[in-house]
T-cell receptor, first 112, second 114 residues
Protein backbone atom coordinates (compact mmCIF):
# COMPACT_ATOMS: atom_id res chain seq x y z
CA UNK A 1 0.00 0.00 0.00
CA UNK A 2 1.31 3.43 -0.91
CA UNK A 3 2.14 5.70 2.01
CA UNK A 4 -0.18 8.48 0.80
CA UNK A 5 -2.94 7.73 -1.69
CA UNK A 6 -5.16 10.12 -3.58
CA UNK A 7 -7.67 9.78 -6.39
CA UNK A 8 -5.74 11.19 -9.37
CA UNK A 9 -8.86 12.58 -11.03
CA UNK A 10 -9.23 14.61 -13.08
CA UNK A 11 -12.23 16.23 -11.45
CA UNK A 12 -14.01 18.46 -13.98
CA UNK A 13 -16.56 20.65 -12.23
CA UNK A 14 -18.58 23.74 -13.23
CA UNK A 15 -17.96 27.09 -11.59
CA UNK A 16 -19.81 27.37 -8.32
CA UNK A 17 -19.81 23.64 -7.61
CA UNK A 18 -18.64 22.03 -4.38
CA UNK A 19 -15.90 19.44 -4.77
CA UNK A 20 -14.31 17.10 -2.24
CA UNK A 21 -10.93 15.38 -2.35
CA UNK A 22 -9.97 12.43 -0.22
CA UNK A 23 -6.63 11.10 0.87
CA UNK A 24 -5.58 8.08 2.92
CA UNK A 25 -2.26 7.47 4.62
CA UNK A 26 -0.79 4.20 5.76
CA UNK A 27 1.59 5.15 8.57
CA UNK A 28 -0.21 5.58 11.88
CA UNK A 29 2.86 7.42 13.26
CA UNK A 30 2.09 10.35 10.96
CA UNK A 31 1.91 13.52 12.98
CA UNK A 32 0.96 16.48 10.84
CA UNK A 33 -0.96 16.91 7.66
CA UNK A 34 -1.21 19.48 4.90
CA UNK A 35 -2.83 20.27 1.59
CA UNK A 36 -0.64 21.87 -1.04
CA UNK A 37 -1.68 23.22 -4.40
CA UNK A 38 0.45 22.91 -7.53
CA UNK A 39 -0.29 24.80 -10.74
CA UNK A 40 0.93 23.36 -14.04
CA UNK A 41 4.75 23.51 -14.26
CA UNK A 42 4.98 25.51 -11.03
CA UNK A 43 6.14 24.74 -7.51
CA UNK A 44 3.75 23.44 -4.84
CA UNK A 45 2.32 26.09 -2.53
CA UNK A 46 0.98 25.43 0.94
CA UNK A 47 -2.82 25.71 0.92
CA UNK A 48 -3.58 24.80 4.51
CA UNK A 49 -2.56 22.67 7.43
CA UNK A 50 -5.04 20.06 8.63
CA UNK A 51 -5.89 19.86 12.31
CA UNK A 52 -7.63 17.10 14.23
CA UNK A 53 -10.58 19.34 14.99
CA UNK A 54 -10.98 20.26 11.34
CA UNK A 55 -10.31 23.72 10.03
CA UNK A 56 -11.71 26.17 7.55
CA UNK A 57 -10.16 28.95 5.49
CA UNK A 58 -12.73 30.81 3.44
CA UNK A 59 -14.14 28.41 0.86
CA UNK A 60 -11.77 25.63 1.90
CA UNK A 61 -12.43 23.10 4.68
CA UNK A 62 -9.98 20.40 5.71
CA UNK A 63 -10.72 17.46 7.98
CA UNK A 64 -8.64 14.72 9.55
CA UNK A 65 -9.82 11.35 10.82
CA UNK A 66 -6.89 9.74 12.63
CA UNK A 67 -8.78 6.54 13.40
CA UNK A 68 -9.46 5.93 9.71
CA UNK A 69 -6.18 7.55 8.60
CA UNK A 70 -8.10 9.76 6.23
CA UNK A 71 -7.84 13.43 5.23
CA UNK A 72 -10.27 15.44 3.17
CA UNK A 73 -10.43 18.83 1.46
CA UNK A 74 -13.72 20.46 0.54
CA UNK A 75 -13.86 23.41 -1.85
CA UNK A 76 -17.12 25.35 -1.96
CA UNK A 77 -18.24 27.76 -4.71
CA UNK A 78 -15.42 26.68 -7.07
CA UNK A 79 -13.67 29.41 -9.07
CA UNK A 80 -11.82 29.08 -12.35
CA UNK A 81 -8.66 30.01 -10.42
CA UNK A 82 -9.03 26.88 -8.28
CA UNK A 83 -7.97 24.76 -11.26
CA UNK A 84 -4.76 23.04 -10.14
CA UNK A 85 -3.45 19.79 -8.73
CA UNK A 86 -4.07 19.33 -5.00
CA UNK A 87 -1.43 17.41 -3.08
CA UNK A 88 -2.11 15.62 0.19
CA UNK A 89 0.99 15.71 2.39
CA UNK A 90 1.82 13.79 5.54
CA UNK A 91 4.66 14.45 7.99
CA UNK A 92 5.89 11.54 10.04
CA UNK A 93 8.77 10.86 12.35
CA UNK A 94 11.03 7.95 11.57
CA UNK A 95 14.61 7.06 12.53
CA UNK A 96 14.99 10.25 14.53
CA UNK A 97 13.93 12.69 11.87
CA UNK A 98 10.82 13.97 10.16
CA UNK A 99 9.87 13.50 6.55
CA UNK A 100 7.12 14.91 4.38
CA UNK A 101 5.52 12.39 2.06
CA UNK A 102 3.49 13.72 -0.85
CA UNK A 103 0.58 12.06 -2.58
CA UNK A 104 0.63 12.15 -6.36
CA UNK A 105 -2.12 14.73 -6.36
CA UNK A 106 -5.68 15.15 -7.57
CA UNK A 107 -6.18 17.31 -10.64
CA UNK A 108 -9.09 19.77 -10.57
CA UNK A 109 -10.42 21.61 -13.61
CA UNK A 110 -13.12 24.20 -12.98
CA UNK A 111 -15.09 24.83 -16.14
CA UNK A 112 -16.90 28.09 -17.01
CA UNK B 1 10.24 39.13 1.95
CA UNK B 2 12.08 37.06 -0.67
CA UNK B 3 10.95 33.48 -1.12
CA UNK B 4 13.06 30.43 -1.80
CA UNK B 5 15.26 30.95 -4.84
CA UNK B 6 16.84 28.32 -7.06
CA UNK B 7 19.36 28.42 -9.86
CA UNK B 8 19.64 27.72 -12.65
CA UNK B 9 16.07 27.65 -13.94
CA UNK B 10 16.93 25.16 -16.64
CA UNK B 11 19.94 22.89 -17.01
CA UNK B 12 20.79 20.65 -19.95
CA UNK B 13 23.45 17.98 -19.50
CA UNK B 14 24.53 14.84 -21.27
CA UNK B 15 24.59 11.37 -19.79
CA UNK B 16 27.57 10.78 -17.53
CA UNK B 17 28.12 14.46 -16.69
CA UNK B 18 27.64 16.08 -13.31
CA UNK B 19 24.97 18.64 -12.42
CA UNK B 20 25.03 21.19 -9.60
CA UNK B 21 21.81 22.86 -8.47
CA UNK B 22 21.61 25.69 -5.95
CA UNK B 23 19.03 26.88 -3.46
CA UNK B 24 18.71 29.84 -1.10
CA UNK B 25 16.12 29.47 1.66
CA UNK B 26 13.80 32.09 3.03
CA UNK B 27 15.65 34.37 5.43
CA UNK B 28 15.53 32.88 8.92
CA UNK B 29 14.85 29.32 7.74
CA UNK B 30 17.53 26.82 8.71
CA UNK B 31 16.16 23.68 7.06
CA UNK B 32 16.47 22.95 3.34
CA UNK B 33 14.87 20.03 1.56
CA UNK B 34 15.39 18.69 -1.95
CA UNK B 35 12.78 16.84 -3.98
CA UNK B 36 12.65 15.28 -7.42
CA UNK B 37 9.47 15.48 -9.49
CA UNK B 38 9.70 13.40 -12.63
CA UNK B 39 7.02 13.68 -15.30
CA UNK B 40 3.85 11.93 -14.19
CA UNK B 41 5.22 11.10 -10.76
CA UNK B 42 4.72 12.71 -7.40
CA UNK B 43 7.36 14.56 -5.44
CA UNK B 44 10.04 12.21 -4.21
CA UNK B 45 12.03 13.27 -1.16
CA UNK B 46 15.78 13.41 -1.78
CA UNK B 47 17.61 15.12 1.08
CA UNK B 48 17.08 17.24 4.17
CA UNK B 49 19.71 19.58 5.60
CA UNK B 50 19.42 21.44 8.87
CA UNK B 51 22.09 23.58 10.53
CA UNK B 52 24.67 22.37 8.02
CA UNK B 53 24.08 18.67 8.63
CA UNK B 54 22.36 16.03 6.51
CA UNK B 55 19.39 14.93 8.64
CA UNK B 56 17.58 12.52 6.37
CA UNK B 57 17.90 10.99 2.97
CA UNK B 58 15.34 9.52 0.60
CA UNK B 59 15.63 6.32 -1.39
CA UNK B 60 18.11 7.59 -3.99
CA UNK B 61 21.57 6.30 -4.95
CA UNK B 62 24.74 7.89 -3.49
CA UNK B 63 25.41 9.79 -6.71
CA UNK B 64 22.79 12.22 -5.42
CA UNK B 65 24.52 14.28 -2.76
CA UNK B 66 24.55 17.77 -1.42
CA UNK B 67 25.59 20.14 1.28
CA UNK B 68 24.40 23.11 3.26
CA UNK B 69 26.57 26.17 3.73
CA UNK B 70 26.92 28.35 6.86
CA UNK B 71 24.45 30.87 5.38
CA UNK B 72 21.93 27.96 5.06
CA UNK B 73 21.97 27.94 1.28
CA UNK B 74 22.34 24.51 -0.24
CA UNK B 75 23.70 22.71 -3.22
CA UNK B 76 22.51 19.45 -4.79
CA UNK B 77 25.01 17.49 -6.86
CA UNK B 78 24.08 14.69 -9.19
CA UNK B 79 27.00 12.68 -10.53
CA UNK B 80 27.13 10.28 -13.47
CA UNK B 81 23.86 11.60 -14.86
CA UNK B 82 21.39 9.12 -16.32
CA UNK B 83 18.53 9.81 -18.70
CA UNK B 84 15.99 9.06 -15.97
CA UNK B 85 17.42 11.87 -13.84
CA UNK B 86 15.56 14.29 -16.11
CA UNK B 87 13.04 15.96 -13.81
CA UNK B 88 12.06 19.10 -11.96
CA UNK B 89 14.20 19.47 -8.84
CA UNK B 90 12.49 21.43 -6.12
CA UNK B 91 14.05 22.96 -3.05
CA UNK B 92 12.00 23.87 0.00
CA UNK B 93 12.82 25.55 3.28
CA UNK B 94 11.22 25.62 6.70
CA UNK B 95 11.62 27.12 10.15
CA UNK B 96 10.91 24.14 12.30
CA UNK B 97 13.52 21.62 11.21
CA UNK B 98 10.90 19.21 10.00
CA UNK B 99 9.03 18.97 13.26
CA UNK B 100 5.61 19.49 11.80
CA UNK B 101 6.68 22.67 10.05
CA UNK B 102 5.22 23.73 6.75
CA UNK B 103 7.63 23.88 3.83
CA UNK B 104 7.93 26.66 1.26
CA UNK B 105 9.09 25.77 -2.21
CA UNK B 106 11.27 27.48 -4.75
CA UNK B 107 10.39 27.57 -8.45
CA UNK B 108 12.59 24.57 -9.23
CA UNK B 109 15.38 23.68 -11.62
CA UNK B 110 14.35 21.71 -14.68
CA UNK B 111 17.15 19.27 -15.47
CA UNK B 112 17.22 17.62 -18.87
CA UNK B 113 19.68 14.80 -19.50
CA UNK B 114 20.29 13.90 -23.15
Amino acid sequence: RKEVEQDPGPFNVPEGATVAFNCTYSNSASQSFFWYRQDCRKEPKLLMSVYSSGNEDGRFTAQLNRASQYISLLIRDSKLSDSATYLCVVNRKGAGSYQLTFGKGTKLSVIP
Amino acid sequence: EAGVTQSPTHLIKTRGQQATLRCSPISGHTSVYWYQQALGLGLQFLLWYDEGEERNRGNFPPRFSGRQFPNYSSELNVNALELEDSALYLCASSLAGGQGGEQYFGPGTRLTVT
